[in-house]
């Protein structure tokens, strides 16, 4: 959301808050629509293969997050930086032409709808997982639409990209949260009987937690002894 | 490219992402799972210590490469 957040005021401010705010309104109800459709479509699908479907892609979905998140913190990649993001992002939308369609300024309509619609995709994928497999999808969703509104406020107060939100922190949490659920959804649909049953995703995350942390600390351990002994040489 | 290719490009960025072998190792580790549960052994410890032993080998390489 923070990503898209940025794109969405880099093409504001530079050309204009009409064509963007409604790309963002078409984005915004072609994610819900997405969600209307697909999430009573999966109540169809037996419990337990909807866990395992579902459990397997958070698996999937999750460990993409967190492999990236623990090579950012130890340094092999490089931070997302937002500030950096957000001046591209202005540039390449002041150099872009005026094409008129519709009655919008059809660059940053389809920028503000592709910016918001793709990192929305994310946010519906989440949503349906996690609604569609404890029957919450009402709530999953209305989680969802607080965060947006939280995001997006915030983005209009302050008109600039959320620098200070610590993305990496929260890419890791949420990528420790969707591999701890993908674990227990995933086996609990194959028949595993989790000791403690619901318990057991308090202790899935903390075991996963110290893996990634002893993985951090040991990946930066590494990269150190690369530099010195590069520097020795 | 074709609406359909694109499609399918995109889906596997997004499921996928850069490490095709985490995502194969998710399936394989699942695969052997339901073989431990068919054949009756209380298998709850091996999907988090599959899934941390992956973690640990694809950030590892992924750490080679870049060096």
């Given at each position: 959301?923070v990503?898209?957040l940025?794109i969405?005021?880099?093409?504001?401010l530079?050309r204009?808050?009409?064509s963007?705010l409604v790309g963002v309104?078409v984005a915004g109800i072609?994610?819900?629509?997405?969600?209307a459709?697909?999430?009573?479509?999966l109540t169809?699908i037996?419990i337990?293969?909807?866990?395992?479907v579902?459990?397997?892609?958070?698996?999937?979905f999750?460990l993409?997050w967190l492999?990236?998140?623990?090579l950012?913190?130890?340094g092999?990649k490089?931070l997302?930086?937002?500030e950096?993001a957000?001046?591209?992002?202005r540039?390449?939308?002041?150099?872009?032409?005026r094409d008129?369609r519709?009655?919008?300024?059809?660059?940053a309509?389809t920028l503000?709808f592709?910016g918001?619609?793709?990192?929305?995709?994310?946010?519906?994928?989440?949503?349906?997982?996690?609604?569609s497999t404890?029957?919450?999808?009402?709530l999953a969703a209305?989680?969802a639409?607080?965060?947006f509104?939280l995001v997006?406020?915030v983005?209009?107060?302050v008109?600039a990209p959320?620098t200070r939100?610590p993305?990496?922190?929260?890419?890791?949490?949420?990528?420790?949260?969707?591999?701890?659920?993908?674990?227990?959804?995933?086996?609990e649909?194959?028949?595993?009987?989790?000791p403690g049953?619901d318990?057991a995703?308090?202790?899935l995350?903390g075991f996963?937690?110290?893996?990634?942390?002893v993985?951090?600390?040991l990946?930066r351990?590494?990269?150190v002894?690369?530099r010195?002994?590069?520097?020795?040489? | 490219?074709r609406l359909p290719?694109r499609?399918?490009?995109?889906?596997?960025?997004?499921?996928?992402?850069?490490?095709?072998?985490?995502?194969?190792?998710?399936a394989?580790?699942l695969g052997?799972l339901?073989l431990l549960?068919?054949a009756g052994?209380?298998?709850?410890?091996?999907l988090p210590?599959?899934?941390a032993?992956?973690?640990?080998?694809?950030v590892?390489?992924?750490?080679?490469?870049?060096?």
């Amino acid at each position: 959301m923070v990503e898209a957040l940025t794109i969405v005021l880099a093409v504001a401010l530079t050309r204009g808050w009409r064509s963007t705010l409604v790309g963002v309104a078409v984005a915004g109800i072609a994610l819900t629509a997405l969600v209307a459709a697909l999430g009573p479509a999966l109540t169809f699908i037996p419990i337990d293969a909807l866990r395992i479907v579902v459990g397997a892609l958070l698996l999937a979905f999750g460990l993409q997050w967190l492999r990236k998140a623990i090579l950012r913190a130890s340094g092999y990649k490089a931070l997302h930086n937002e500030e950096e993001a957000f001046r591209e992002e202005r540039e390449r939308a002041a150099a872009a032409g005026r094409d008129e369609r519709a009655g919008l300024d059809w660059y940053a309509f389809t920028l503000s709808f592709k910016g918001v619609f793709l990192e929305g995709l994310e946010v519906v994928f989440i949503v349906i997982s996690f609604g569609s497999t404890q029957s919450q999808l009402g709530l999953a969703a209305a989680a969802a639409a607080a965060a947006f509104v939280l995001v997006a406020g915030v983005g209009a107060v302050v008109r600039a990209p959320l620098t200070r939100v610590p993305e990496n922190t929260i890419k890791f949490a949420v990528g420790l949260l969707l591999t701890t659920f993908g674990i227990f959804w995933a086996g609990e649909g194959i028949g595993v009987d989790w000791p403690g049953g619901d318990a057991a995703i308090l202790a899935l995350l903390g075991f996963l937690a110290v893996v990634s942390l002893v993985l951090v600390r040991l990946l930066r351990r590494a990269r150190v002894s690369a530099r010195l002994i590069e520097a020795e040489a | 490219m074709r609406l359909p290719a694109r499609l399918a490009r995109f889906l596997y960025d997004f499921i996928v992402g850069d490490d095709w072998r985490l995502a194969a190792g998710v399936a394989v580790a699942l695969g052997v799972l339901a073989l431990l549960v068919a054949a009756g052994v209380p298998a709850w410890w091996f999907l988090p210590i599959a899934i941390a032993l992956l973690l640990a080998e694809s950030v590892a390489r992924a750490a080679r490469s870049s060096r």
